[in-house]
């Protein structure tokens, strides 16, 4: 299983782009990069997986270089409500179980 | 959209009870999961379940604990004999169907928390 290092904590304020980068330098090749959120006192929730270049959907960016050593996850004009801990999980997605690590706290201000 | 409830949203609980988590699934989902998290800790995986019988499971998941899925649309943890250490976030997941193809995306609950005093 591929580890992965990512912040323990970034600061924002509303409006700006977030970028939040995870290193994964052992990940296989079947490996996809799965981006999850999770606020206080609820569960995960999934934001955006991809497996190579750039993967966008309606709430986030995906930026995974060539050599898939790191990924990127973009939050574009965050909010306050965005405030939530950010966690990157790299393995076979979703069919296997997932393993999170202690993830990314952002914290956004007014 | 569809989502996946669990109940209770709080449960307290004497060291030494059994305590029954009880997760709806997704309705078209085949696959469903239970994870914990300890209070400040990471989410930790218990137990994967399909087509009626677990496909995989943790460490954490010794003989305290079984899962169950009763009836078509319930999904349940039993946890036997409840210790200190299983006070915890309760996730349920489930995985399925999203059109014709299989999804790699699990959908989480919102949660029970356990608390054993």
């Known amino acids: 299983l591929a580890k992965t290092t990512q912040p323990i904590s970034m600061d924002s304020y509303e409006g700006q782009e977030v970028n939040i980068t995870c290193s994964h330098n052992n990940i296989a090749t079947n490996d996809y990069i799965t981006w999850y959120q999770q606020f206080p006192s609820q569960g995960p929730r999934f934001i955006i997986q991809?497996?190579?270049t750039k993967v966008t959907n309606e709430v986030a960016s995906l930026f995974i270089p060539a050599d898939r050593k790191s990924s990127t996850l973009s939050l574009p004009r965050v909010s306050l409500s965005d405030t939530a801990v950010y966690y990157c999980l790299v393995g076979e997605g979703g069919y296997s179980t997932l393993t999170f690590g202690k993830g990314t706290m952002l914290l956004v201000s007014p | 959209e569809p989502e996946v409830t669990q109940t209770p949203s709080h449960q307290v609980t004497q060291m030494g009870q059994e305590v029954i988590l009880r997760c709806v699934p997704i309705?078209?989902?085949?696959?469903f999961y239970w994870y914990r998290q300890i209070l400040g800790q990471k989410v930790e995986f218990l137990v994967s379940?399909?087509?009626?019988?677990?496909?995989?499971k943790s460490e954490i998941f010794d003989d305290q604990f079984s899962v169950e899925r009763p009836d078509g649309s319930n999904f349940t943890l039993k946890i036997r004999s409840t210790k200190l250490e299983d006070s915890a976030m309760y996730f349920c997941?489930?995985?399925?169907?999203?059109?014709?193809?299989?999804?790699?995306?699990?959908?989480f609950g919102p949660g029970t928390r356990l608390t054993v005093l």
């Open positions: 997941a489930s995985r399925g169907l999203d059109g014709l193809a299989v999804t790699d995306t699990q959908y």
């Open positions: 991809g497996y190579k």
């Open positions: 309705s078209n989902h085949l696959y």
């Open positions: 379940f399909y087509n009626n019988e677990i496909s995989e």
